[in-house]
Every structure is written in C-alpha cells, then in structure tokens.
C-alpha cells in the first residue's frame, strides 16, 4: 500500500511545478500541448481514486468527464460565462450523476463492474449524440465565450491565460487529492481495496464510502471536463466516449497507480509521446505509440510514477548515508 500520509515535501518536488509553471517563457509554442497535460493530469486523479485506492474498475469514467464538460458549455451558451462557477456547475453535475449510478456500480465486482460502467458510459453517449436540441449531437457544442478568469485575466487566442487557468485547477486538485489521500477517508478507501472484510470488522460501511468515493471521483472528473470545454470553448461528443475511458485508463497505466505523481506523469509522458510520434509518423503513430506502452508496462509493472517514488525513497538515505561518510572523514 502507497502511504500518503502527512510528510515534509522533498525540495525536488516543487521542481516540476515550477518548470511547469515557466513553460510559457520556455516554449511557448506548447501552452497548448501543456493545457492538453493539466487536464489530463486531472482527469486521471480522478480516476485513480477509484482504481489505485477505492479498487474500483470503471470503463465509462468519460460519462462524467463529458458531463461536466456540457454542463460548463451549456451554462456559458446561456450567458453565465464566469468560469470558476462553470467548474463548480460541471463538478455538481458529475457528482450528483455519479450518486444515481453509485449504488448499481458498487455491488457489484470484478468483470461485472467493468461491464456496468462500460455500459453507462455507452447509453449517456448515445443519448448525448440523438439529443442535439441540447448537445448539438455530432457537432457538439461551440461559439460561447467567456468572461476574464477572477475579472482579471481575459482569454487570449494563443492560449497563455487558458494555460495559466488549467495549471492553477490542476494543482488545486493535485492539493485535494493529496490531502483526501491522507485523510481517514483515504485510508478507509484503500482498506477496502486491500481487505474489505477486516474494515467491515472494524465498524466500516464499506458500501457508503466505496458510494462517496466514487462520487468525489466523478466531482474531479466533472471538473477536467469542464476544464476542457472552457480553455477550448467547444465541447465534443468524443469527451463522453469509450475512446476517452480507454485513454485515461493508458495514463494510469503508464504513470501507475495510488501514489501522487501517477496520474500527472502518466499524463505527461502520454501526451509528449502522442505529439511527438503523430509529427514523426502520420499514419503509424498509434502503432508506435502502442508498442511504447506495451514496452513500459512490460519493463516498469508498476508505472513510471513508481520509478518516481523509488527514487525519491532513496533519496534522503543516500542524503544520511553521505552525512554520515563526511561526518566520519571530519573525526578522523
């Protein structure tokens, strides 16, 4: 079990962040690719509260993504356009979808799960596509603008603002999922995971909190929904596909599961690769793609996140282990 619990934050990972922070002066060509990254990242920490702490499987986890998506769009069409109360909208609808179909995906287990979010994930994809009074249909939704993030800081058209948005949601939700990890719900969940029947000893209803995990879960993934359709300012019906299930699952997969980093490098490596190899090769990029993942799975079992925390582990030994020589070499 990856334990979150409270520590000091090593200096190495303000590192990251702060190179992510620095990208529109580094390459400020990508601002783009890294708003595609932040709301990836997001939307794969949402899922990994279910896969890598609840045990939760979900192959229609997009359901929520897309909703939150059209709820954001739908709200700024109708002229609200502020839009931190556009995420809070997509979160609320994810949520309250994921609290009707809690009770019928937490009964079930294994196979069977996996088939009962596939098939929510199905049916609201196909009602989204024939209800286009409301959805658009195949040719989603567009042209709605949106007022400057806090008043402040209007959307431009190369993308500097939205970058600066997603990033900032990103670490809000980064924060969040740190510290719900860390909590006693985070730890109930992953007790669940790991031996459900010594938490039901121990007083749990595990049923309830497996119900309000999974909708924390479908809040974050409402939010990155959102997210995506205000920095865009369109919303497609391929948000709410199987192909954007399947994708985030990859991120998970590459970055592994239950620790931190997981979801945010999985993200970042799956769509460096994406954007490099689509340039490189035009019609065989999947191909590639595809045998990269099969090669990081085979190599790494636990995911690139968990090279991460292997090495991070071993850091302040390697730290205690060269006081101690210095300290010795000075005695003598």
Request: hydrophobic share 55%; aromatic share 8%; proline share 4%.
């Amino acid at each position: 079990m990856t334990t979150l619990g409270p520590r000091r934050v090593h200096p190495a990972e303000i590192l990251p962040w702060l190179a992510l922070a620095a990208l529109p002066w580094i390459a400020p060509d990508h601002v783009l690719l890294g708003s595609q990254i932040a709301i990836l990242a997001l939307f794969a920490l949402s899922l990994d509260l279910l896969v890598g702490h609840a045990g939760l499987v979900s192959l229609g986890h997009a359901a929520f993504f897309g909703l939150g998506a059209y709820a954001a769009a739908l709200l700024a069409l109708h002229g609200w356009s502020e839009p931190l109360t556009g995420l809070a909208a997509g979160g609320l609808v994810a949520g309250l979808a994921a609290a009707l179909v809690a009770p019928l995906v937490v009964r079930v287990h294994g196979l069977a799960q996996l088939m009962v979010t596939l098939g929510l994930g199905l049916m609201l994809h196909e009602a989204a596509s024939r209800a286009r009074v409301l959805t658009g249909g195949d040719d989603g939704l567009s042209g709605f603008d949106l007022s400057p993030v806090l008043g402040l800081f209007p959307f431009d058209l190369y993308g500097f603002t939205a970058y600066g948005y997603a990033l900032a949601v990103l670490a809000a939700g980064f924060l969040f999922y740190t510290r719900l990890a860390a909590s006693p719900f985070g730890y109930a969940l992953r007790g669940l995971k790991q031996n459900p029947a010594r938490m039901a000893a121990l007083g749990t209803d595990g049923r309830r909190r497996l119900i309000q995990g999974f909708v924390v879960a479908a809040v974050l993934a409402g939010i990155a929904g959102a997210l995506l359709a205000q920095t865009t300012q369109s919303v497609a019906l391929e948000s709410l596909s199987f192909h954007r299930s399947a994708e985030v699952l990859i991120v998970l997969c590459l970055g592994g599961t239950g620790g931190r980093y997981g979801g945010l490098v999985g993200a970042l490596v799956y769509m460096a690769a994406r954007d490099w190899l689509s340039a490189l090769s035009p019609h065989y990029w999947t191909g590639w793609l595809g045998a990269a993942m099969m090669l990081t799975v085979l190599v790494v079992p636990g995911g690139l996140g968990g090279v991460a925390r292997r090495l991070h582990g071993r850091l302040p030994r390697l730290h205690r282990a060269t006081g101690t020589r210095v300290a010795a070499g000075g005695e003598s």
